[in-house]
């Protein structure tokens, strides 16, 4: 089956400083994937889609420059927050287009990244 | 906005008895996915149904769906204490951009 494998878990930075979150799938390619954040209790915000080799597509809302997407492979999708502050403590998943791979139909979900900026 | 809303937001069973959340949506779709979060982790694909399908089976879970009505339900049955989670149900309106609906918190008490 399709694995998407999300790094790290959990992160706690001070304010002020920048954070990446990895994607990765870990045993097929995705030229699309895509990053989620989500508040406590809440579902799950769409916030961009990352294409390999071209620029992501952001949900209308998310500062791109705030929330920075580089997707440099077929494998890897990374999430830079910059100039983090605490407002952007959330837990964030991406999640890559598996169709056809694994029983699922469609998209892989990694595990998640728990920021917390203090 | 979200495209789906899940219904009840919260439910508490007993052990053994069967767990029905419902999902609606607004636009047309391709295919209607229901997904398992447990706390502070990630999602779990439970099932998908294609627009043209109305019910679906997998184990424990039975998926109808009913596109007149823009809704879908999500029944496990003979629940357990480890189906306590939050269960949401993703849809399609845009190509390969799912949109989550709000999500049932449920618990099953041993």
């Known amino acids: 089956g399709a694995v998407v494998s999300q790094h790290p878990s959990r992160v706690i930075c001070k304010s002020g400083t920048s954070v990446k979150i990895e994607c990765r799938s870990l045993?097929?390619?995705?030229?699309?994937m895509f990053w989620y954040r989500q508040f406590p209790k809440k579902s799950l915000m769409l916030m961009a889609t990352s294409n390999e080799g071209s620029k992501a597509t952001y949900e209308q809302g998310v500062e791109k420059d705030k929330f920075l997407i580089n997707h440099a492979s077929l494998t890897l999708s990374t999430l830079t927050v910059t100039s983090a502050h605490p407002e952007d403590s959330s837990f964030y998943i991406c999640s890559a287009n598996s169709w056809g791979k694994g029983d699922n139909y469609g998209y892989t979900f990694g595990s998640g990244t728990r920021l917390t900026v203090v | 906005s979200q495209q789906g809303e899940e219904d009840p937001q919260a439910l508490s069973i007993q052990e053994g008895e069967n767990a029905t959340m419902n999902c609606s949506y607004k636009t047309s779709i391709n295919n209607l996915q229901w997904y398992r979060q447990n706390s502070g982790r990630g999602l779990v694909h439970l099932i998908l149904i294609r627009s043209n399908e109305r019910e679906k089976h997998s184990g424990r879970l039975r998926v109808t769906l009913d596109t007149s009505k823009k809704s879908s339900s999500l029944l496990i049955t003979a629940s357990r204490a480890a189906d306590t989670a939050s269960y949401f149900c993703?849809?399609?309106?845009?190509?390969?951009?799912?949109?989550f609906g709000t999500g049932t918190r449920l618990k099953v008490l041993a």
């Open positions: 993703a849809t399609d309106p845009r190509a390969y951009k799912y949109i």
């Open positions: 045993d097929f390619q995705a030229t699309t």
